[in-house]
Each structure stands twice: as structure tokens, then as C-alpha cells.
């Protein structure tokens, strides 16, 4: 995943990336702090030093994801993991 959020990033065809989980990018369960947590926090990290949704790059990243039973939307503002927006 990380290898395409980065060629994304670097190509002129793209301006924008949708990530798809299954599960929510909020969701405790999935992301336990002993085991997959650091997975979640290098997505970010990567996400925000790439610049996505930013005047630095012009590139669009946002999440679609499931398993909430439910239909949100959150601007960015609240995720504090990638500050991106997640459907």
C-alpha cells in the first residue's frame, strides 16, 4: 500500500487516491495497539510527508471505509491519523 500511496504521489496522471477498508480507520479493534498500531501511524506519517491535501502537492487523498453500520463523514479535521477524509 505504501508502495502505490508513493507512485500516486509522483505520477501526473493521478491527482487523486481513494483507499478502501473494510474496517474503520478508527476502529480499536482492528488496530491493536501491541500488534498493528504502528502499521496505522506509518500510513499516516507517509501520507502527511507526501503532502496530500496539501498546496504542496495538488494531490487528493481520501478513505472510503467500512463496517461502521453507518454513513459519516469526517473533513479530515477529527482524523488525527493522516488528517485525511474518510466516507
Same mark, same amino acid.
Given at each position: 500500500m505504501k508502495k502505490e500511496i508513493k507512485e500516486a504521489a509522483n505520477s501526473s496522471d493521478i491527482d487523486g487516491v481513494?483507499?478502501?477498508?473494510?474496517?474503520p480507520w478508527f476502529s480499536e479493534r482492528e488496530w491493536k495497539r501491541n500488534t498493528?498500531?504502528?502499521?496505522? #501511524? #506509518?500510513?499516516?506519517?507517509? %501520507?502527511?510527508? %507526501?503532502?496530500?491535501n496539501t498546496n504542496r502537492?495538488?494531490?487528493?487523498?481520501?478513505? %472510503?471505509?467500512g463496517d461502521t453500520h453507518m454513513l459519516t463523514y469526517d473533513t479530515g479535521f477529527l482524523n488525527e491519523f493522516g488528517n485525511f477524509p474518510i466516507f
Open positions: 481513494f483507499l478502501v477498508f473494510g474496517f498493528t498500531f504502528h502499521q496505522k #501511524e #506509518e500510513l499516516a506519517y507517509l %501520507i502527511n510527508k %507526501i503532502g496530500y502537492t495538488n494531490k487528493f487523498l481520501a478513505m %472510503i471505509s
